[in-house]
């Protein structure tokens, strides 16, 4: 923990480096700004070294760690026979003139003129199982064993015809919104404002726009470029894969989440400044309340999963602020 007094208590609990570790959220990018369109690669974290060391921005612990896991099961098949039954349904009110549609229709079917036709559709499982559907409903209803009605309110089900199957899973996170106030702070005898802070994360936030780079020259800059946040490039290999440009959450000092990009992002910037003590004339916003809205940007496996929970990728982190509290006891 930094021993020089800031003048926050906010500070203090913001302190990732000591003791705080336990009540902040800090947000770790994997690549540095160079001011072009290409950005170097930051990899210094003992315990993710795919990215970064120093976060870009801290905020408070607000929420329990959430982790989701939804399943998709879908349906497949089709059940010809319950269709077809379900087309003469409609017919219930008028139980008479079905009960006559149904036997004339069985009728037809066996009648000895059309066997060359019936023959022809006995070629068919789907036909040959209707025709012995109808004509038993056919021989009950003549001998006045049941109703037509009955059966016309009823459903037909044949079995074999329909199966569910697995179409994949997802695994998403209910905290994925980092909310956090910055305030002016001491950096060694200088004094960090507001504004200087919040220009460190707009890269990570929106990218660079260049102008046309003389593929038109005529154009006069009509045309330009606009470059994704932190040098971001897809990876055709998107499950537990550390693509370039995506961000580490660490929450508190057992959690954290790796492949994460801003979706969104706000500023609110206070009315009330404050004095630069070192820069006469000069003064900046008294604070900035900032809302950043992360989102995943591959897929995880049940391994990455297993991680997360477990607290494993903080490992390095909880083994200091363990020996660090066991001192301070």
């Not at 009823?154 to 329909?162: D, K």
Request: overall charge negative.
């Amino acid at each position: 923990m930094s021993n020089v007094l800031s003048g926050w208590y906010y500070d203090l609990q913001t302190d990732h480096e000591g003791p705080g570790r336990l009540t902040c959220v800090t947000l770790h990018p994997n690549t540095i700004d160079t001011g072009t369109k290409d950005w170097a690669d930051a990899i210094d974290d003992p315990d993710n070294p795919a990215y970064r060391k120093d976060p870009i921005c801290v905020a408070l612990v607000n929420e329990d760690f959430q982790v989701s896991v939804a399943n998709s099961w879908s349906d497949f098949g089709g059940d010809m026979l319950g269709q077809m039954w379900e087309q003469v349904k409609p017919l219930a009110p008028y139980a008479e003139f079905a009960q006559e549609m149904i036997h004339k229709a069985v009728q037809d079917y066996n009648d000895p003129k059309n066997a060359a036709a019936r023959d022809k559709i006995n070629e068919s499982k789907v036909s040959r199982a209707l025709a012995s559907v109808m004509s038993n409903i056919d021989q009950k209803i003549q001998s006045k064993e049941v109703d037509i009605a009955e059966y016309l309110n009823r459903s037909l089900v044949v079995q074999g015809t329909r199966f569910s199957y697995y179409s994949g899973t997802g695994i998403s996170f209910g905290n994925m919104v980092m909310k956090f106030t910055m305030f002016p702070k001491w950096n060694g005898a200088s004094l960090k404002t507001v504004t200087e802070q919040t220009e460190e994360i707009y890269p990570y936030i929106v990218g660079h726009f260049l102008k046309e780079d003389g593929l038109h020259a005529d154009m006069d800059g009509m045309i330009g470029w606009q470059l994704p946040p932190a040098g971001f490039k897809a990876d055709i290999k998107n499950v537990d894969n550390i693509q370039k440009g995506t961000l580490l959450l660490k929450y508190g000092a057992y959690y954290a989440i790796e492949n994460l990009v801003i979706e969104n992002a706000s500023f609110n910037f206070s009315r009330q400044m404050v004095k630069h003590p070192n820069q006469k004339g000069q003064f900046s916003p008294l604070y900035c309340d900032i809302t950043l809205q992360l989102k995943p940007a591959t897929k995880f496996s049940d391994e990455k999963l297993k991680k997360f929970v477990s607290g494993t990728g903080m490992a390095v982190s909880r083994e200091k602020l363990t020996r660090a509290m066991a001192g301070a006891v």
